[in-house]
């Protein structure tokens, strides 16, 4: 009697995947706000294995795709002395970026949304937005703004 090889899913042999979060990240939620005081922006965090990100810089910046690339994110480190970007937390196994509000997602929030992600060079990887992920287009940011808060005085 033959045997027939299966065909096995473990953790050894998947390739590494990125994670995405944007979450308000919202503290004490039994305490209600003030009034007039606005509800709180998703923040984006970004994961990267630190099996494929070997980037040895401190900051990183992240860059939206267009035309070809929609749909993709580039996440790029910058040389020391460059103004801007954010500070990557390294950790065993992973770095993490936290990257505040970003408009292009809009106020829909989202939790451990794995992605593919490559390695383009040593400090720039790119990052393939699942279809699940809404990015939204320079003109539907703007239709899409939220009104201002209108104060209302406290009685």
């Known amino acids: 009697m033959p045997f ?9 042999n998947t390739p590494p995947m990125a994670s995405l979060s944007y979450l308000t990240h919202a503290r004490n939620t039994a305490k209600p706000r003030k009034a007039g005081t606005p ?12 099996v494929i990100c070997i ?12 035309g070809a690339d929609r ?3 580039r996440i790029t480190g910058l040389k020391p002395g460059v103004p801007g970007g954010v500070t990557g937390v390294n950790f065993k196994a ?23 992600i490559v390695r383009v060079d040593d400090d720039t990887y790119d990052l ?27 009685r």
């Open 4 to 12: 027939e090889d299966l065909e096995t899913h473990t953790k050894a």
């Open 71 to 73: 749909n993709k994110l």
């Open 39 to 50: 509800p709180p922006k998703p923040k984006l965090l970004v994961t990267l294995p630190t």
């Open 55 to 66: 980037s040895k810089c401190k900051k990183f910046a992240i860059a939206v795709g267009t």
């Open 128 to 154: 393939t937005v699942p279809p699940e992920v809404k990015l939204l287009e320079a003109e539907e940011r703007t239709r899409l703004r939220p009104l201002p808060y209108k104060q209302t005085p406290v």
């Open 94 to 116: 992973f770095i993490r970026l936290h990257f505040g509000h970003v408009p292009r997602f809009g106020d829909d929030i989202f939790d451990g949304v794995k992605c593919a």
